[in-house]
T-cell receptor, first 110, second 111 residues
Framework: TQLLEQSPQFLSIQEGENLTVYCNSS?????LQWYRQEPGEGPVLLVT?????EVKKLKRLTFQFGDARKDSSLHITAAQPGDTGLYLC??????????FGGGTRLMVKP | DTEVTQTPKHLVMGMTNKKSLKCEQH?????MYWYKQKAKKPPELMFV???????INESVPSRFSPECPNSSLLNLHLHALQPEDSALYLC??????????FGPGTRLTVL
């Protein structure tokens, strides 16, 4: 069974601070997806990374896929209240299915 | 266009009711999924359809019955549900690779 450990589970920070969320596994994934979800809504895809060592930037968000494709990180620079939400990582596995991490609940206070 | 639509947005039903959830995508995706999500938890996979055929059933109780009428539509028929089935039900689709696009979900409450 492929597991994804996501940390931290909960993060409360002030506007303007930086933060990093981690997803770690002992298994290799074919890709890694990051989603952001607001209460009562579906997850919204932020990025897909597929190559070991890949780094993608989306405005203030930086995503990294580990060289061995077993881990990933999401770094947010100068967090804003609009970044508040549940961040989910999901690893691609056989059969076009995803293994989800447990989620990181981020609260950014003004 | 990466839109997956779901109806209804909210649904309240009794334990003896029969209802259906609907999902639609027009991205030409050949894989479609149903997930169940409880509060503060990640989505849990229920069913996978590939090329309109059920390929995966994650041991879901028979009171949930999926249907894929065509490549753009996915239904989830509900009958004799229990209060513990109350959750956010999510539909997703993918082109065949790993990336899945999710709909906005249906918030289901079983009384």
């Amino acid at each position: 069974t492929q597991l994804l450990e996501q940390s931290p589970q909960f993060l409360s920070i002030q506007e303007g601070e930086n933060l990093t969320v981690y997803c770690n596994s002992s298994s290799v994934f074919s890709s890694l997806q990051w989603y952001r979800q607001e209460p009562g809504e579906g997850p919204v895809l932020l990025v897909t990374v597929v190559t070991g060592g890949e780094v993608k930037k989306l405005k203030r968000l930086t995503f990294q896929f580990g060289d061995a494709r077993k881990d990933s990180s999401l770094h947010i620079t100068a967090a804003q209240p609009g970044d508040t939400g549940l961040y989910l990582c999901a690893g691609g596995r056989a059969g076009n299915m995803l293994t989800f991490g447990g989620g990181t609940r981020l609260m950014v206070k003004p | 266009d990466t839109e997956v639509t779901q109806t209804p947005k909210h649904l309240v039903m009794g334990m003896t009711n029969k209802k259906s959830l609907k999902c639609e995508q027009h991205m030409g995706h050949r894989a479609m999924y149903w997930y169940k999500q409880k509060a503060k938890k990640p989505p849990e996979l229920m069913f996978v359809y590939s090329y309109e055929k059920l390929s995966i059933n994650e041991s879901v109780p028979s009171r949930f019955s999926p249907e894929c009428p065509n490549s753009s539509l996915l239904n989830l028929h509900l009958h004799a549900l229990q209060p513990e089935d109350s959750a956010l039900y999510l539909c997703a689709s993918s082109h065949g690779g790993d990336t899945q696009y999710f709909g906005p979900g249906t918030r289901l409450t079983v009384l």
